[in-house]
């Protein structure tokens, strides 16, 4: 509960907007200083640690990069993991040499599953996991579109619980191959 | 409104959050099957993350939530309520959520910016506490004899203290009318129709009108308070500023 929170989007007060880099779908950002490419790359290594298929630029919750800052989102309120993802990102960045580089935490906007990258999608399916459907803002949380299930691509699925071994998952089967798997939430 | 009017305020609203939490907590390896097990457990982790950032715009949130007595306690009653039956947990998570929901859309527009962050991220997570709520409020009340026997009994212990979530006081006067807090008192009619269409469908009657108990928001609790305390600030009672 030590962690510097930041209230609103983007850079924290006092820095200067202009050398923050949003990340989203930018990956060569032209006008990047080689540092925030350098810590950028470093920070696509470090996996999640409930689903280390991705990493935590897959998953979005790195909202900005800057040569002194990284700036980071939790997925949920309570998700256990956020020390754990600081302290990661602490020693790739210490170990890297960027013992400068602070990192902030910004609760606004809000995370939402549609900030999972394509490349994210990919993997977590790869993982066996269902990714959300996109536009999970708007979707109905009754999660009425089907899932297809990661192991034998049926459409024939059901949910079993909407609430998961992590806050991000939901339980789901799969009546073509009967195997239990786990979906991302809409969020 | 002061800093000391918005720390006041988002202290009832992070131990609304965090005695609910601890309250689902104790769920824990007892919910009648897995997935109802990690269903509470979750709501648990939504609700103690979002006290943790409530707490934390009063002051430290773990001296808040660990070192402070009953009577400065501003939860409202309903949430520390004991767990009872499964159908007791039900009806009260029905209650809270529906009420927590509304008044967390509201505060996504205040004013100041921390509680609305807060908020925004919030309503996210109780939207689906919600909805496993309702279903369950269904499930029960449309199941077999048993069930709905203990889903009523549940309900009509829970609705009195239904009124207490709308009370407003003049602190939560003033900053709903500065555009910082919210004036609950606006979120009753729309509460009352959500609740009706569940337990319409969930083939329910709306217990009757009971006298309605106040006075958590002042540091005048139930019993069961102290006891659930007790166990969650033990360790750091007995340990101050132990960590792990
Ligand atoms: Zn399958």
């Known amino acids: 509960m030590s962690a510097r929170i930041s209230w609103t989007a983007g850079v924290p007060a006092g820095a200067s907007a202009s050398t923050s880099t949003p990340l989203g779908d930018c990956n060569t950002c032209a006008g990047e200083t080689p540092a925030v490419q350098d810590i950028r790359a470093l920070l696509a290594t470090i996996p999640d640690p409930e689903i280390p298929a991705i990493s935590i630029v897959d998953l979005g919750i790195v909202r900005a990069v800057r040569d002194d800052c990284v ?67 708007s979707a109905s949380l009754r999660n009425d579109t089907h899932a297809q299930c990661p192991r034998c691509g049926s459409m024939n699925t059901a949910e079993i619980s909407r609430f998961g071994s992590t806050p991000c998952k939901a339980l789901w089967r799969c009546n073509a191959c009967a195997e239990p798997f786990d979906r991302f939430k809409c969020h | ?34 997935e109802v097990d990690l269903s509470l457990a979750n709501l648990a982790l939504d609700l103690i993350g979002q006290a943790t950032h409530f707490l934390g715009v009063a002051g430290d949130s773990d001296q808040l939530a660990f070192h402070r007595d009953a009577l400065d306690f501003s939860n409202c009653l309903l949430v520390e309520q004991p767990n009872g039956d499964f159908a007791q947990t039900i009806a009260r998570q029905f209650l809270f959520s529906t009420f927590q929901e509304l008044h967390l859309q509201a505060l996504t527009s205040s004013k100041d910016e921390r509680l609305a962050a807060i908020a925004a991220k919030a309503v996210k997570e109780v939207a689906y506490h919600r909805q496993l709520a309702s279903d369950w409020v269904v499930r029960l009340g449309d ?91 033990f360790l750091q009672r007995a340990y101050p500023g132990a960590v792990w």
């Open chain 2, 143 to 233: 199941g077999t004899e048993e069930s709905k026997t203990r889903i009523e009994a549940a309900l009509d212990w829970m609705w009195r203290f239904v009124d207490e979530l709308f009370e407003m006081d003049e602190l939560e006067m003033k900053l709903a009318k500065e555009r910082v807090g919210v004036d609950k008192s606006t979120l009753r009619v729309e509460w009352d129709r959500r609740v009706d269409a569940v337990l319409a469908e969930g083939t329910l009657a709306r217990p009757a009108p009971r006298r309605p108990v106040l006075g958590g928001r002042r540091g005048h609790h139930t019993e069961h308070l102290g006891h659930l305390l007790s166990q969650m600030q």
């Open chain 1, 71 to 137: 700036i980071i989102t939790p997925t949920y309120s309570g998700c256990p993991a956020t020390h754990f993802i600081e302290q990661s990102i602490r020693n790739a960045l210490d170990e890297a040499g960027f013992r400068h580089v602070r990192i902030e935490t910004t609760l606004s906007p809000p995370w939402t599953s549609d900030w999972i990258s394509d490349e994210g999608h990919e993997k977590l399916r790869a993982y066996g996991i269902a990714p959300p459907p996109r536009g999970a803002v």
């Open chain 2, 1 to 34: 409104m002061t800093k000391a009017e918005v720390s006041a305020y988002a202290t009832r609203l992070g131990d609304d959050a965090l005695i609910l939490g601890q309250r689902l907590s104790e769920w824990c390896g007892h919910a009648p099957t897995i």
